[in-house]
């Protein structure tokens, strides 16, 4: 604006409906979506057959407190699938330097999102219990659906349903719900 390539009205013309889109450290239940679409994407650009995440990364990922946001994530798996030897993607500390340590405050900062809440009994987490071996691609993706589905009650529309939380038209969720195998009990039809 200063240097006269821009109106000096034009914040205000672009201001007329923010958007906020909260960090990726706010949104933790984001990651193993996200994770799973740079890997599908990166593993058809690079063209390599990488098909799981190995229950260590996954954890990782998941915890790790992303003060680089979406970008950092996106980068950290596109490096991981260059660098991957084989179907089940691992990332080496090294890789993601920080992944599982503490944030930038100097705390450390471990969610309780739906992935890492506790597993009864053994003091196990639900991601390890639930990740003893490699998954899939389809399987992470299930699994956070029906993650989402037991937050929201097994709703899928409206301002509190699956739908909206997972930024889907509900149509599309109700379509990948098919495809995965997903079904509702007679009680959750909406």
Do not use: C
């Amino acid at each position: 604006m200063r240097a006269g390539r821009f109106r000096s009205d034009l914040f205000y013309r672009l201001n007329v409906f923010p958007i906020k889109v909260p960090p990726l450290r706010e949104r933790r239940s984001d990651v193993p979506q996200l994770v799973m679409f740079f890997l599908d994407h990166f593993s058809r650009k690079v063209g390599k057959r990488i098909t799981a995440l190995s229950p260590e990364t996954a954890e990782q990922l998941v915890n790790y407190a992303w003060p680089g946001n979406v970008r950092e994530l996106q980068n950290i798996i596109e490096r991981g699938v260059v660098l991957s030897q084989g179907p089940v993607l691992t990332l080496d500390l090294d890789l993601t330097h920080a992944v599982g340590s503490a944030s930038g405050s100097g705390a450390s900062e471990r969610v309780a999102s739906p992935e890492i809440q506790r597993a009864g009994g053994k003091g196990q987490s639900a991601i390890e219990a639930a990740l003893s071996e490699p998954l899939s691609l389809e399987e992470v993706e299930r699994r956070h659906i029906l993650s989402v589905l037991q937050q929201t009650g097994g709703m899928i529309e409206g301002s509190k349903g699956a739908a909206r939380i997972l930024d889907l038209h509900p149509n599309t969720l109700r379509s990948r719900m098919k495809k995965l195998g997903i079904k509702r009990s007679a009680h959750e039809l909406s």
